[in-house]
């Protein structure tokens, strides 16, 4: 009998932390977002100021129309290949694209990489003499 009347009444509704700990995390932010809507500024998103590769650099575009022929059974050191590329786009007074986007616009082009201990590309050869003498797949 002492149990019923030392024992607290329950409330009618939950608590708060109890309504916060049955919530989704989805209502979580939702709620948290309309808290602070107001007091966060909205920033627009950065620019990107690097130099990206479209998906047809001119320059890559006319190395291989001038520079690079598909060759079943060849391939080409990927830095000998670059070092080309920076020599047309020299001559041309362009500025050349990154080898990392330069990379990205030959397997674009659906040529295949070959790793070893060195990168080559598979099934292409260089027709210009400027290309460097690399080391045999």
Avoid: N
Wanted: hydrophobic fraction near 40%; include cysteine.
């Amino acid at each position: 009998m002492t149990e019923l009347i030392h024992k607290k009444p329950r409330r009618a509704r939950p608590s708060l932390r109890a309504a916060w700990k049955a919530a989704s995390v989805i209502e979580r932010r939702r709620f948290i977002a309309e808290l602070l809507v107001d007091l966060l500024p909205r920033t627009p998103a950065p620019t990107t100021t690097g130099k990206s590769s479209p998906a047809g650099d001119a320059t890559v575009d006319e190395f291989f129309a001038r520079c690079v022929a598909k060759s079943a059974g060849d391939c080409v050191q990927s830095a000998a290949l670059y070092e080309s590329y920076r020599g047309l786009c020299s001559s041309l007074d362009q500025e050349p694209i990154s080898h990392k986007a330069f990379s990205i616009q030959v397997s674009r082009r659906g040529f295949v990489r070959k790793q070893s201990s060195v990168i080559f590309w598979v099934d292409l050869k260089l027709i210009a003499p400027s290309a460097p003498g690399g080391a045999s797949c």
